[in-house]
């Protein structure tokens, strides 16, 4: 019974056998046809968010260099550190589900956890200061712009943590039907998405 | 199965994908250091961190998402959202 079950996960997202490991079928949409719509439209906002603060960059653009000056560089590297470690530990977690599904699978759906735990700790540690600093939302457009769309951001890496809880709960299974897996794929997706959406926001407001 | 695994660090997609994103998110880094720092290569330099950070979020949504393996209307929606968002910001910001 077991071994069927497992086959029929590994029928459905591999290859083959002979196949590398940890390699699903040609034309696989990974987790649920949702998941996807609203990666879709989340791109879809954002990239109105990014065409926002281009915009803001392109009229204002001593007020925005100013301001970018007065940011903490090292925070924002070291939280696209976490963020892109974050998604490779996910990104194993889900190859482990699906081929060599063991202890390991869980592990690193927690370690993908602990990166984002540590992102959120580092984005408090940086308002912090900032606001500590007399620098708010109305301090100017720029720092508009910053407060509100890594707000925005930050609440999908909070909804991201649960969304991997379930993922880590989900992965612990003995046994992982191809439903199973789909659940998993799609919180990878999903987190995923918040790293990319990130890698956009830190070159905007911290490098440009 | 376990035969089949392909072994080393580097003979694994997701190992390669995540030490490009590292070592281009330094490279950005660098970059946005030069956009703040010379005028005579801010142009580029701009250009520069707009296009590693959309080779970045390329590389996330082809390996991490695995969209290398799925249907090519998904896979080439995606590439269309990278480009149409890397021309539109290199417009509005170079």
Not at chain 1, 68 to 76: E, N, P
Not at chain 1, 87 to 115: M, P
Not at chain 1, 168 to 182: C, F, T
Not at chain 2, 41 to 57: D, S
């Amino acid at each position: 019974m077991t071994g069927g079950l497992i086959s029929e996960v590994r029928r459905s997202s591999m290859r083959s056998a002979a196949s590398p490991a940890v390699r699903p079928a040609r034309d696989h949409i990974p987790g649920e046809i949702g998941i996807w719509l609203f990666v879709a439209g989340d791109l879809l906002v954002f990239s109105a968010f990014f065409i926002v603060i281009a915009l803001g960059y392109k009229t204002q653009i001593e007020l925005f260099t100013q301001a970018r000056a007065t940011l903490d560089m090292w925070v924002g590297v070291l939280n696209t550190l976490f963020l892109l470690t974050g998604s490779w530990f996910v990104a194993k977690g889900v190859e482990s589900c699906r081929e060599t599904h063991g202890v390991s699978s869980h592990r690193y759906f927690a370690l993908g956890i602990l990166c984002g735990v540590l992102f959120v700790a580092n984005k408090s540690f940086e308002w912090g200061l900032k606001i500590s600093a007399g620098i708010t939302p109305l301090t100017n457009d720029f720092f508009m712009y910053f407060f509100v769309f890594t707000g925005i951001h930050l609440v999908h890496v909070v909804v991201g943590l649960g969304v991997l809880l379930v993922a880590r709960g989900v992965s612990r299974r003995p046994v992982l039907r191809a439903k199973d897996i789909r659940t998993v794929e799609s919180a990878a997706t999903f987190w995923h998405l918040i790293d990319l959406l990130w890698i956009v926001l830190f070159s905007m407001f911290y490098l440009l | 199965m376990t035969e089949a695994r392909e072994t080393g660090f580097l003979r694994q997609g997701t190992n390669i994908a995540w030490l490009l994103l590292v070592g281009s998110t330094l490279f950005g880094w660098w970059l946005g250091h030069v956009v703040h720092s010379a005028d005579e290569y801010v142009r580029i330099a701009t250009a520069g961190v707009l296009v590693t950070a959309f080779v970045k979020t390329w590389i996330v949504g082809f390996q991490f998402m695995e969209l290398r393996h799925a249907p090519w209307w998904l896979r080439h929606a995606f590439h269309a959202w990278v480009l149409v968002m890397c021309v539109v910001l290199l417009i509005l910001c170079v």
